[in-house]
């Protein structure tokens, strides 16, 4: 049975440290494939892991138990043994929910808003993760600076932030990817704005008074926006719009969260954060699933931006053939990860093409067709499969097009069965034509 195999902790490159179960399961729903088993434990172990695999990274998803209380320390011993367990991590990310600072006494003004994303960088003085404890009040505020995130990862936030302006926020692909899914409660998706409702403190002659900011609803093409900047780091839950305002104002901060100073002393990962609410009084749950979709989408678009080199390529491509050799004997593994036709179906591949060509009146190519496996290993073939079939009432004039197959991806890599289909017709006087949307791998 699959859960019975055991997985390898050698072969995992990427640490996705989720601490909350609503990180860890946007994290698993970001997975390009599941990885099915389970890794050895040992006496002294205190954490189980979930795998998978995102753009040929092999990453390993950690979170803490149940019921744990969450801060720096449980940050800090889950990276700990994350990094002893993983001997050959290449490097980590913190992924997750965390409060967010608006400031609109800067300039330009930072209207942060609750969905947005927040990416932990080094600005001017300040490191990229503040550490701090409040003690009895904001005067006990210590400040830590905290080890480097990997240069590589840093790489990559830089060419998302620059290509933004050019290209948009390409991580909204795969939040709309998983926002319908389930998580323990309902989905992840957005609250809506007329729901984030920022409250500001005002100081008056007869003291304090708490208002909401009127604020315009943000255009659906640009409800989602990025910061980049100094994240404060600490034990201690921050519900105070007084002492969010000094510590923003006294770093610069753009966020607060509770693990990345444990996590960094360990592992310097990178801190990419959605803003789940304003640490201040009204902090809730609301915003938590959305929140946390929106950091794991951005997450993953960093991977994206990070291909691995070959040899960490062929690793992932040799993990995932031996989780599923029990499941597919007779298949092996091309570049791109995908099961991979056998010799039977090789030939009928063949046959297809050959007919295809002829339909299309490239009999010349016929010829050139050396080893039809090269162009499965090549191109990822069959996003979508369509077979047209053009019906002729004469040799002129087309009277209709009927759609014989519509193929998901996965399935059309080795559906003999489906070759075997497609060969038999091009035998038939029907002309047929093979369109295919793919990409390079």
């Not at 698993?28 to 040929?56: C, K, P």
């Not at 990817?177 to 323990?184: E, L, N, Q, R």
């Not at 070959?310 to 053939?321: C, I, N, P």
Request: net charge negative; with cysteine; hydrophobic share 40%.
């Amino acid at each position: 049975m699959e859960s019975d195999r055991e997985l390898d902790f050698e072969h995992y490159t990427v640490a996705w440290i989720a601490p909350l179960e609503i990180e860890a399961q946007a994290a698993w729903h970001m997975l390009d494939h599941e990885h099915q088993g389970t890794f050895s434990a040992n006496r002294g172990d205190d954490y189980v892991y979930m795998a998978g695999d995102i753009n040929g990274h092999n990453v390993v998803i950690a979170t803490l138990p149940a019921g744990c209380n969450y801060g720096v320390g449980s940050g800090a011993a889950l990276a700990s043994q994350v990094k002893r367990n993983f001997p050959n991590l290449w490097f980590g990310l913190l992924v997750g929910v965390a409060a967010g600072l608006p400031n609109f006494s800067c300039v330009p003004p930072r209207d942060i808003r609750l969905g947005d994303v927040l990416v932990g960088v080094r600005e001017g003085e300040n490191a990229g993760i503040v550490s701090y404890g409040l003690g009895k009040g904001i005067d006990g505020l210590q400040r830590g600076a905290q080890p480097k995130t990997e240069a590589i990862v840093s790489s990559a936030i830089g060419i998302i932030k620059c290509l933004t302006p050019v290209h948009g926020n390409v991580f909204l692909r795969y939040y709309d990817s998983i926002k319908d899914k389930a998580h323990s409660s309902g989905t992840f998706a957005d609250p809506g704005q007329e729901r984030d409702r920022l409250y500001l403190t005002v100081n008056g002659e007869n003291g304090s008074v708490t208002r909401i900011m009127e604020r315009a609803s943000r255009d659906p093409s640009d409800r989602t926006k990025v910061w980049y900047g100094p994240i404060g780091s600490g034990d201690k839950v921050v519900k105070s719009s007084q002492k969010r305002d000094e510590l923003r104002d006294k770093f610069n901060l753009i966020g607060l969260e509770m693990e990345a100073a444990g996590v960094m002393i360990a592992l310097p990962v990178g801190v990419i954060r959605g803003v789940c609410d304003y640490g201040d009084a009204q902090k809730n749950k609301e915003w938590q699933p959305y929140a946390a979709a929106m950091a794991a989408a951005y997450a993953k678009a960093l991977l994206y931006k990070i291909r691995p080199a070959k040899d960490r390529r062929e690793e992932a491509l040799q993990a995932q053939k031996s989780l599923r050799s029990e499941e597919a004997p007779e298949t092996h593994l091309g570049q791109c990860g995908h099961s991979l036709p056998t010799h039977s179906s090789r030939v009928a591949y063949r046959r297809a093409l050959e007919g295809i060509y002829r339909a299309l009146g490239r009999v010349e190519r016929v010829d050139a067709i050396d080893d039809p496996i090269d162009l499965l290993s090549t191109w990822r073939i069959c996003i979508l499969i369509l077979v047209f079939w053009s019906l002729y009432a004469d040799t002129t004039a087309a009277s209709k097009a009927n759609t014989c197959f519509l193929v998901p991806f996965d399935r059309f890599i080795c559906r003999e069965d489906i070759i075997t289909d497609i060969d038999h017709n091009l035998e038939t006087e029907r002309q047929a034509a093979l369109a295919g949307i793919g990409g390079v791998e």
